[in-house]
C-alpha cells in the first residue's frame, strides 16, 4: 500500500508559475513510476506527466509540454510538478498517482494503482 499526499495548489494569474509536491509513504516509493493527472469540472481525468522509477525518462501531455517539468526525489520520498506559464485552461484538481507494475512510463489512469487525494488549481486570466 501507498499512500500520496498532494500540496501546493492554489490561485494564481495567468503566466504564473506553481510548484506541486507529492508525498509518498508506505512502500518502496523508488519501485514506482509516478504520474501526475488532473481534472477539469465536467471533463474526464487527463494525463499530464509521468516520471520513471529513476527519475532520467519523463513524459508530457502534448498541452503542457515545454511549460511543465515532472521531477522526483527518492530520498525525499517525493514527486514534484513545476508549472509556469500557468494558462486558464490548466485549471483543474491535480492528482499524483503511483504505478507498481508498468515497465515504461504510462499515460494511461488505468496503469496506476494509488491515488492522491487531489489540489486544486486554479488560474484566473
Known amino acids: 500500500q501507498v499512500q500520496l499526499v498532494e500540496s501546493g495548489g492554489g490561485r494564481v494569474q495567468a503566466g504564473d508559475s506553481l510548484s506541486l509536491s507529492c508525498a509518498a509513504s508506505?512502500?518502496?516509493?523508488?519501485?514506482?513510476?509516478m504520474g501526475w493527472f488532473r481534472q477539469a469540472p465536467g471533463k474526464e481525468r487527463e494525463f499530464v506527466a509521468a516520471?520513471?522509477?529513476?527519475?532520467?525518462?519523463?513524459k508530457y501531455a502534448e498541452s503542457v509540454k515545454g511549460r511543465f517539468t515532472i521531477s522526483r526525489d527518492n530520498a525525499k520520498n517525493t514527486v514534484y510538478l513545476q508549472m509556469n506559464s500557468l494558462k486558464p485552461e490548466d485549471t483543474a484538481v491535480y492528482y499524483c498517482?503511483?504505478?507498481?507494475?508498468?515497465?515504461?512510463?504510462?499515460?494511461?489512469?488505468?496503469?496506476?494503482?494509488?491515488w492522491g487525494q487531489g489540489t486544486q488549481v486554479t488560474v484566473s486570466s
Open positions: 516520471v520513471s522509477t529513476s527519475g532520467r525518462s519523463t
Open positions: 498517482a503511483a504505478d507498481s507494475l508498468s515497465r515504461t512510463i504510462e499515460s494511461l489512469a488505468f496503469n496506476y494503482d494509488y
Open positions: 508506505g512502500r518502496t516509493f523508488s519501485n514506482y513510476a
